[in-house]
T-cell receptor, first 114, second 109 residues
Framework: EAGVTQSPTHLIKTRGQQATLRCSPI?????VYWYQQALGLGLQFLLW???????NRGNFPPRFSGRQFPNYSSELNVNALELEDSALYLC???FGQGGNEKLFFGSGTQLSVL | KQEVTQIPAALSVPEGENLVLNCSFT??????LQWFRQDPGKGLTSLLL?????REQTSGRLNASLDKSSGRSTLYIAASQPGDSATYLC????????FGTGTRLKVLA
């Protein structure tokens, strides 16, 4: 069974450009989470999608947005890139219920903003 | 607002030692507590999940405990090996998952 897949692995952009990151959850998982992990910092919650809807977002500006498609894959868009957006972006899908919800992570997209 | 803290931030031990990593959370209204391992530049690998109704979970040399009333979880690693070197993260599970900043573990051969 394939795990959570993210693309691209690495992405280099310049300040002011837009970046699009993609995530495919494990088959059967309907929830997708996005996290930002800047160098030396912990994972910061960005967005949560479930059944095609945005359920919650973290404390990030509106230029961070995304969507979830009918096949439950998701993309994260970052507009007007700033230098401090350089980070590892991690996607996770969730499986289980009743307290047994478990997160499964992809390998991440390393975004570098020059 | 949930806050998750991990102590120590870094730990270096000789091979074979037993060790304990700590995780504290401020809001006890959680579904579960999950421990992960992260290797440099990589994604997270799930190690153990403890449901809110449970007190501990074990997998091989790993044992995790949960005390919701005190807002604490510990990860116990027995007979540490160089391959255990990684960053260990805990996450409090509700509708969103809040992560601690992790403990960087180095096991010396």
């Amino acid at each position: 069974e394939a795990g959570v897949t993210q693309s691209p692995t690495h992405l280099i952009k310049t300040r002011g450009q837009q970046a699009t990151l993609r995530c495919s959850p494990i088959s059967g998982h309907t929830s997708v989470y996005w996290y930002q992990q800047a160098l030396g910092l912990g994972l910061q919650f960005l967005l949560w999608y479930d059944e095609g809807e945005e359920r919650n977002r973290g404390n990030f500006p509106p230029r961070f947005s995304g969507r979830q498609f009918p096949n439950y894959s998701s993309e994260l868009n970052v507009n007007a890139l700033e230098l401090e957006d350089s980070a590892l972006y991690l996607c996770a899908s969730r499986f289980g219920q009743g307290g047994n919800e478990k997160l499964f992570f992809g390998s991440g997209t390393q975004l570098s903003v020059l | 607002k949930q806050e998750v803290t991990q102590i120590p931030a870094a730990l270096s031990v000789p091979e074979g030692e037993n060790l304990v990593l700590n995780c504290s959370f401020t809001d006890s209204a959680i579904y579960n507590l999950q421990w992960f391992r992260q290797d440099p530049g990589k994604g997270l690998t799930s190690l153990l999940l403890i449901q809110s109704s449970q007190r501990e979970q074990t997998s091989g040399r790993l044992n995790a405990s949960l005390d919701k009333s005190s807002g604490r979880s510990t990860l116990y690693i027995a007979a540490s090996q160089p391959g255990d070197s990684a960053t260990y993260l805990c996450a409090s599970g509700t509708y969103k998952y809040i992560f601690g900043t992790g403990t960087r573990l180095k096991v010396l051969a």
